[in-house]
């Protein structure tokens, strides 16, 4: 797949990411919703955005809306813990365990989001995520070019906006994937985009 991203001076520095959170902060939404944000919080975003694009099955869903079949406007490669297979590159299971740890859920599915170019986008929704899980927390890892990360009061209201790329970290947690909803826009001039979204399921019985 023929996808550039826009190089910086440090572009071809090996990946990695900062486990101390050095820069971690948190936004509360409302009183039971939070989001936690820390720009370029992976290093070598570029670099590892070329392994991801090289090593993932990519592909394109498609969703029923009105009785009417649509190609969605992205392309897609999750995974799961229970597939056995190994996250590649090795970096994003590191990353995985580190996210575990530092909000004490067991991260064990990830979903790649590529969205080529500023035609590529995501209505507003919610994750859909068992109800077993009260208070959810989703991970997003964010490579390539920036794009606008939109959050809004489920129904609608005023949104909040991040602009996301570039080895960027952003976690939703409280009740944030229940109260609320997101969406990546359409863009008029946008490059291509990695998400990555760590998500967790009920707590393993003992």
């Known amino acids: 797949m023929d996808l550039a991203v826009q190089r910086s001076l ?3 520095v090996e990946p990695a990411f900062d486990a101390s959170y050095a820069r971690l902060e948190r936004t509360w939404l409302d009183g039971s919703a939070w989001v ?24 394109q869903r498609s969703r029923e809306v009105y009785e009417r079949v649509h190609a969605e406007p992205r392309l897609t490669a999750p ?9 590649d590159p090795p970096l994003l299971e590191a990353i995985r365990h580190a996210l575990s740890a530092r909000y004490g859920v067991r991260f064990d599915s990830v979903g790649f989001n ?5 035609r590529d986008s995501v209505a507003w929704h919610r994750d859909q995520i068992s109800h077993l899980v009260a208070e959810p927390v989703v991970a997003l890892v964010s490579l390539g070019e920036r794009r606008s990360f939109l959050m809004r009061p489920r ?6 906006s991040w602009r996301l790329g570039g080895g960027d970290l952003l976690v939703t947690g409280g009740a944030a994937q229940r109260t ?10 946008a490059g291509p ?7 967790h399921g009920p707590p393993q019985e003992p």
């Open 79 to 87: 995974w799961t813990l229970r597939s056995g297979a190994l996250l």
């Open 36 to 59: 936690d944000h820390q720009p370029e919080w992976v290093a070598g975003a570029e670099l590892l955005f070329d392994r991801i694009i090289a090593a993932r099955p990519w592909g």
């Open 193 to 199: 985009r990695i998400s990555l979204a760590y998500r």
């Open 180 to 189: 609320w909803e997101h969406a990546v826009p359409k863009a008029a001039q």
């Open 155 to 160: 129904g609608g209201g005023r949104s909040r």
């Open 10 to 12: 440090f572009g071809n």
């Open 114 to 118: 590529l969205y080529r170019d500023g």
